[in-house]
């Protein structure tokens, strides 16, 4: 309750003297303005937005270098189509903008890809695209980019076994040929190389949308070099999105930092509420996709979403008392920003989602169960058109401290209900994927990867 006008702060570093006591980036986070009334009503507005069958679609969205043609068919007269910005809702039109009026039947209408919102310039192939009837209701689901005109085309990642490594970093890079290893995850922490002023004289610049971020030439040389000595050794590189609200630059953490970050997880959801977070966000996915999806280079094949996002409370964290389906539009929206970057320079990349070893069970208190999480993104994927998301998966036994998970993972059986999906009953999780209407489009099976896993003796 602390924080109202009126109220004092005391620090009280002790009484011994003769002590030298360093502060550093010392800041007071803001209180949460978002009520829980408020959240149960945006997660309510989900639920009927995924459930609602609209009169009108939009069918396809083609993101070409400076335009972006939108088709679709209306069901009335005096529709408009709008553009939902990245920290908009469809489900409750908020943060969108007018595009043009629609002719009832069938349309294409072409836009400009850039525009100013909020005094910011915005690159629109992060937005979606819906139609609101002539009383200003949504009249349809919104759609994403169906196509994105690519910059460049790498080649699809060939992995060679199934043997990796997780969180290969520069002192284990010796590994790789001992160990024949073919697939890495690398962790990729915004804060130890972007900046949003220029740190030190070496600093490499990096413009987006007209703005400069500034890399850290160190760290950049450190990733070159774990990259680029997987790509010579043919190993499939996942990396590991984290954006750590308490690390490097302080205005950069911050623009980062989702506004209802519980101050106590070394790891936020990313800040996709207003213009300068999710161009910050989107600068350093630029950057990464740009840089890592050149041959020569070193190559990121896959996009690690975060982590272990059904322990939000702790690894991706949005804050208590989150309901599920507002933390996964959240979600989503940050899924969506990563993979319609990737897209335009590697098309054959996926975005993973991270998961625990839990399944229709939480893992840990305040959790989400990680299969309603994935039947929820098929959900979204269904209305908004569906992209290359796969499932990063932490196969760890039931509990960490008995190694014999055969013996000991009681809450893991082979029923698609199960509590638990570890190695005693990887079929589950498995079956789930193979599923035909979890399909890419229809067509194509997801990527399940066990990223992270292990036992304890």
């Known amino acids: 309750s602390w924080g109202n006008s009126g109220d004092f702060l005391r620090m009280d570093f002790g009484n011994k003297s003769g002590v030298t006591i360093k502060i550093r980036y010392l800041g007071i986070n803001g209180q949460n303005t978002v009520s829980t009334t408020q959240r149960n009503a945006e997660a309510n507005s989900v639920a009927r937005y995924l459930s609602t069958q609209y009169p009108s679609a939009v069918t396809n969205v083609e ?4 335009k972006i043609i939108i088709q679709g068919k209306t069901a009335s007269a005096g529709c408009k189509l709008i553009d939902v910005r990245v920290n908009g809702s469809a489900s409750r039109l908020t943060n969108y903008a007018d595009v043009c009026a629609l002719p009832q039947g069938e ?14 310039k915005y690159d629109r192939l992060l937005s979606k695209w819906a139609i609101i009837d002539a009383s200003r209701n949504l009249n349809s689901h919104a759609h994403y980019a169906d196509y994105v005109a690519p910059i460049r085309q790498a080649e699809p990642g060939v992995l060679k076994s199934k043997k990796g490594l997780g969180g290969i970093f520069n002192v284990n890079l010796g590994d790789i040929q001992q160990l024949g290893l073919h697939s890495v995850t690398l962790n990729i922490f915004f804060s130890e190389f972007m900046r949003m002023n220029r740190g030190q004289a070496d600093d490499v610049e990096y413009v987006y949308n007209g703005r400069t971020y500034y890399i850290n030439k160190e760290r950049q040389q450190y990733y070159d070099n774990v990259i680029k000595t997987c790509e010579d050794n043919g190993v499939i590189i996942a990396a590991i999105l984290l954006a750590n609200p308490n690390e490097g630059e302080p205005e950069y953490a911050t623009t980062m930092c989702h506004p209802e970050y519980g101050a106590t997880s070394p790891y936020t959801m990313p800040n996709i509420t207003d213009m300068n977070g999710i161009n910050a966000y989107a600068a350093t996915i630029d950057y990464l996709a740009n840089r890592y999806s050149v041959k020569g280079q070193g190559r990121i094949h896959h996009w690690i979403m975060h982590n272990e996002v059904d322990q939000n409370k702790y690894w991706t964290d949005m ?10 539009e959240h979600y989503e929206r ?4 990563v993979t319609n970057i990737v897209r335009q320079y590697d098309p ?9 070893s839990a399944w229709t069970s939480t893992n840990g208190n305040g959790g989400f169960a990680p299969k309603q999480m994935m039947d929820l993104m098929v959900s979204f994927s269904n209305i908004e058109g569906d992209f290359r998301w796969g499932i990063a998966y932490h196969p760890y036994p039931q509990n960490f401290y008995k190694p014999a998970f055969w013996s000991a993972d009681t809450g893991a059986t082979y029923a698609e209900n199960s509590s638990f999906c570890t190695f005693k009953n990887m079929e589950v999780i498995s079956d789930w994927m193979l599923r035909p209407e979890h399909y890419y489009k229809g067509k194509e099976k997801r990527i399940l990867f066990f990223s992270e896993n292990g036992v304890n003796s």
């Open 319 to 328: 804050g208590e008392g989150q309901p599920l389906l507002r933390f996964m």
């Open 107 to 120: 349309f294409s209408v072409e836009t400009t890809r850039y525009a100013v919102y909020d005094g910011v």
């Open 63 to 66: 993101v070409t270098a400076d």
């Open 334 to 337: 940050s899924m969506r920003l």
């Open 348 to 356: 054959n990349a996926y975005v993973l989602g991270s998961y625990t």
